[in-house]
Nanobody, 119 residues
């Protein structure tokens, strides 16, 4: 019954900005951590950023100083600035350690949102 829905992807020029959102829905009691992964064409999926319920953050080296992850209850955001063509990928939202009315300690993935950065 838990679902993650991403939004905010699209086409942007190099140097531009986008803000991704991911809302977790369902009869959720708590979520330990939320984050973003991405998969570029021909590349493996990689971790972009994570944030815990306590506010601790972690970023991939490739996005440090450009991306900012934040969280408001069960919604996570990714502010992406100074975008580069190499940031082009499908971005997936992830929730870890989800406790709901009928589940405990589960993880969930969103369906993804496409970010395309043109040069």
């Amino acid at each position: 019954q838990v679902q993650l829905v991403e939004s905010g992807g699209g086409l942007v020029q190099s140097g531009g900005s986008l803000r991704l959102s991911c809302a977790a829905s369902g009869r959720i009691i708590s979520i330990n951590a939320m984050g973003w992964y991405r998969q570029a064409p021909g590349k493996q999926r990689e971790l972009v950023a994570t944030i815990t319920s306590g506010g601790s953050t972690n970023y991939a080296d490739s996005v440090k100083g450009r991306f900012t992850i934040s969280r408001d209850k069960n919604t996570v955001y990714l502010q992406m600035n100074s975008l580069k063509p190499e940031d082009t990928a499908v971005y997936y939202c992830h929730a870890n350690g989800v406790t709901a009315l009928d589940v405990y300690g589960m993880y969930y993935w969103g369906k993804g949102t496409l970010v395309t950065v043109s040069s």
